[in-house]
C-alpha cells in the first residue's frame, strides 16, 4: 500500500488545487483547459471563411486525377 503525507498530496494535484485550501474559479478552470492556437489553424480558419472547403472541392474536382490502383504481382 501507498502513503502519502500532506506535502506528497498537494505536490500531485499542483499548487492551485484546493486542497490547499483555495476553490479554483471556473474561469480559472476554462482558461487552463485552454490551448494556444496554432498559426496553421488561425490560416485554416481564415481560408475556411473565404472560400469554404466544400465549395472548393466541387470547383477543383473535374481537374483532379484518380489515383491509379496498381496490383502487386507476388
Excluded at 488545487?17 to 496554432?38: I, K, P
Excluded at 481564415?46 to 484518380?66: K, S, Y
Amino acid at each position: 500500500m501507498i502513503s502519502a503525507g500532506p506535502g506528497d498530496v498537494e505536490g500531485w494535484l499542483g499548487e492551485n488545487s484546493c486542497v490547499r485550501g483555495e476553490q479554483l474559479s471556473l474561469s480559472d478552470v476554462e482558461y487552463g483547459n485552454r490551448r494556444r492556437v496554432s498559426r496553421r489553424e488561425q490560416f485554416l480558419e481564415l481560408m475556411d471563411g473565404v472560400l469554404p472547403w466544400a465549395q472548393w472541392l466541387e470547383v477543383i474536382r473535374p481537374f483532379v486525377v484518380p489515383p491509379r490502383i496498381v496490383e502487386v504481382v507476388s
